[in-house]
């Protein structure tokens, strides 16, 4: 079997001869260059034998589009930073429209320069956050807030959101016909009700989530959801049309990935430890969780993965270990 037909069995719950597995993170110099950072991907791929490639662009772009000024730490071990957040107030909600096509575009380009250096039989997901992820960045980051303005004021912030998830959805259609083989649709820490009730992300927030997800071209055969954090609202999954879900199974309050696959019919992507073992080991505890996943799935609808971004500080000789584990399988 080759990468691609490894993915496709899986999503279809199939026989596989191995794991389907792919790991991904940072590279915080190098994303501010799209095509240096389609370089690097392509390297990362090739090195590690990664059967599928989640592209990670710089997770401020999104936010760039929308007025907000981030710039490089300069440093490999740090985000970009921001002086200011744009978004202070319900009249800057008002105010929000896209202003900053070409970092968009640059992104696509850079994922088409990936798709070529892989070829067709390695998928490549395109990174799309959702609409209240994008803001968490237009607000620096402070999601307490962000819930609030938009329970109290859904005339005024929703209206914005929706504005986001309108040029979301021409960046993920630009990027199916580009090449990828679908998205990474990451919701960050808000489909949870560690952040809100179940029942106001059902009002407020999961119908622009479907309605950017359902404007997927018919291309786009590998759509993923990912639930960061903890307590994940797992109904996000099963409601979503996706192939995939990815979620961390070592944050507080998540089920194991086979209860994962039962209460969302979908395959499920994680199980490695992405702070803990595959930044400081041992190899033991990295075959370990490995096994531990295969085990819990049954080896069927497992796409082996980190259950998040990987810290640039990890050392390849882990994320090797990883795929040594996933190819013993």
Not at 118 to 134: C, E, I
Request: glycine fraction near 8%.
């Amino acid at each position: 079997m080759d990468s691609r037909a490894r993915v496709e069995a899986t999503l279809a719950a199939g026989d596989v001869d191995r794991p389907a597995a792919g790991a991904w993170g940072h590279r915080y110099r190098d994303e501010w260059l799209p095509e240096r950072l389609a370089q690097v991907t392509v390297e990362r791929a090739r090195r590690f034998e990664w059967d599928f490639v989640k592209f990670q662009p710089r997770a401020t772009f999104f936010a760039e589009a929308f007025g907000a000024k981030y710039r490089s730490a300069g440093h490999s071990l740090r985000a970009p930073v921001i002086d200011e957040p744009p978004v202070k107030g319900l009249e800057d909600w008002q105010r929000l429209r896209l202003v900053n096509q070409e970092v968009m575009d640059d992104q696509v380009r850079a994922l088409a320069l990936v798709v070529e250096g892989l070829g067709d039989r390695v998928p490549v997901l395109q990174t799309v956050f959702s609409p209240l992820s994008v803001a968490s960045y237009l607000v620096g980051r402070d999601n307490r807030k962000l819930v609030r303005e938009m329970r109290a004021n859904p005339d005024t912030v929703l209206p914005a959101l929706d504005r986001i998830a309108d040029a979301l959805i021409d960046f993920s259609r630009q990027s199916v016909t580009a090449g990828a083989a679908g998205i990474f649709y990451a919701v960050s820490g808000f489909a949870t009700p560690d952040a809100m009730p179940v029942a106001v992300y059902d009002e407020l927030v999961f119908p622009t989530d479907l309605r950017i997800v359902e404007a997927l071209p018919a291309a786009a055969w590998f759509n993923v959801v990912h639930l960061c954090g903890s307590h994940v609202n797992m109904d996000v999954g099963r409601r979503l049309p996706v192939q995939a879900v990815s979620y961390s199974i070592h944050n507080q309050g998540n089920p194991p990935l086979g209860e994962a696959r039962r209460l969302t019919g979908k395959a499920v992507m994680g199980g490695l430890e992405q702070r803990g073992v595959l930044v400081g080991g041992p190899p033991e505890s990295i075959k370990s969780q490995v096994q531990d996943a295969i085990a819990s799935t049954g080896g069927r609808g497992l796409l082996l993965a980190p259950g998040c971004s990987v810290p640039p500080r990890a050392p390849e000789v882990n994320l090797r270990t990883m795929m040594e584990a996933a190819a013993a399988a």
